[in-house]
């Protein structure tokens, strides 16, 4: 294949059809707040993270040879649509109450805007860090879970949405390092719950939120807790030569 050439067949790879099942469905979640189904918007927005995660891992399995950037490119921009505007629509209309009308605006855009400055650093230092073991700054999809799983367990109250969103925001543009969890058991562990959570809402009341309330105390304590341990561990390690 050439570098001239623009047939996409050219370009597309079977894990860029789970990236595009990705922003479908981010896509399907901002319908589904702006029509106020909200309940469903958060589930697809669950469901975009599992596309998400086995794009990847298709790719790995596949042995991809991505030498132009084409699969690299495909995922972020589907990962804006999923977990950076369909998120924000989501929390705007969860947070739609005259007192606090214009700061929910804020946040949501603050929740795209970081996304994109998040992604587009990613791409930029994805090429040129020796750890490959790490994440620099919190990773998008966690900002997503986060936010749907804390609607969806009965939790949600709009002052501390607002809150914890902002605080994500920020972290994703941080430079506060988070591990890539590898763990196949944590990854089933993680499918099973968002599983749960996409299940009808009548079987969500008969299990009373519980999986959503799992995998929230997940999301919050790898987006909150996880940099504190890490700069114990560093402290603990003491001073290194860079």
Request: charged share 10%.
């Given at each position: 294949m050439s570098f001239d050439s623009t047939q996409i067949k050219d370009y597309i790879s079977?894990?860029?059809?789970?990236s595009v099942g990705n922003a479908s469905f981010g896509f399907l979640s901002i319908i589904m707040a702006i029509n106020g189904e909200l309940i469903l918007a958060s589930?697809?927005?669950l469901i975009a993270v599992i596309f998400d995660s086995v794009d990847g891992?298709?790719?790995?399995?596949t042995n991809r040879d991505d030498k132009f950037g084409f699969g690299k490119n495909i995922d972020s921009l589907c990962d804006i649509i999923s977990f950076g505007v369909a998120?924000?629509?989501?929390?705007?209309?969860?947070?739609?109450?005259?007192?606090?009308?214009?700061?929910?605006?804020?946040v949501s855009l603050l929740i795209v805007i970081c996304g994109i400055l998040r992604l587009s650093r990613f791409n930029v230092i994805s090429n040129m860090r020796t750890i490959q073991d790490k994440f620099v700054g919190l990773?998008?999809?966690?900002?997503?879970?986060?936010?749907?799983?804390?609607?969806?367990?009965?939790?949600?109250?709009?002052?501390?949405?607002?809150?914890?969103?902002?605080l994500s925001s920020v972290l994703m543009i941080s430079t506060v390092e988070y591990f890539k969890p590898k763990s196949?058991?944590?990854a089933l562990i993680i499918l099973i719950l968002?599983?749960?959570?996409?299940?009808?809402?009548?079987i969500q009341i008969m299990l009373m939120n519980i999986p959503a309330k799992v995998l929230f105390i997940i999301s919050l304590?790898?987006?909150?807790?996880?940099?504190f341990m890490a700069l114990f561990t560093n402290l603990k390690s003491g001073p290194h030569v860079r």
């Open positions: 079977l894990p860029d059809l789970f589930q697809f927005i891992w298709v790719a790995r399995k998120p924000g629509i989501l929390l705007y209309f969860a947070t739609l109450t005259n007192d606090i009308r214009y700061i929910n605006i804020i990773p998008i999809p966690a900002t997503a879970l986060l936010l749907s799983s804390f609607y969806l367990s009965g939790l949600f109250t709009t002052e501390t949405g607002l809150l914890i969103m902002t196949v058991k944590t968002i599983i749960s959570v996409c299940m009808p809402q009548n304590i790898y987006i909150i807790f996880m940099p």
